[in-house]
């Protein structure tokens, strides 16, 4: 229809240039602390200690977490992960480094 892109199913409309963006953000790379690119389900290991909030303990340096999984979360957290001893936890990409 003209200058927007309509939906045949619910007759949603957008312009072409939304849709864009949006595929571009979703291809945007995420790095890890060296400058590996990251995937779904890789392995990292942790490169500081991260005090956990609501914890006496911490993680510690070269904690193995596996199948992480890659998301746009608040505050550069953009990794979901579950850590053994602590549970599910958001982190950040600049604080672990890709298994090779």
């Given at each position: 229809m003209g200058a927007l892109l309509v939906c045949p199913e619910c007759a949603h409309e957008w312009q072409q240039s939304e849709a864009a963006e949006e595929q571009a953000e979703s291809s945007k790379e995420i790095k890890d602390s060296v400058g590996n690119v990251l995937a779904d389900g890789d392995t990292v290991t942790i490169v500081k200690d991260l005090k956990?909030?609501?914890?006496?303990?911490?993680?510690?340096?070269?904690?193995?977490?596996?199948?992480?999984?890659?998301?746009?979360?608040?505050?550069?957290?953009?990794?979901?992960?579950?850590?053994?001893?602590?549970?599910?936890?958001?982190?950040?990409?600049?604080?672990?480094?890709?298994?090779?």
């Open positions: 956990v909030k609501g914890s006496s303990s911490s993680i510690k340096v070269g904690t193995k977490v596996r199948n992480i999984r890659l998301v746009n979360g608040a505050d550069g957290h953009d990794i979901d992960a579950k850590v053994d001893g602590f549970g599910s936890i958001m982190l950040k990409s600049s604080v672990v480094k890709k298994v090779l």
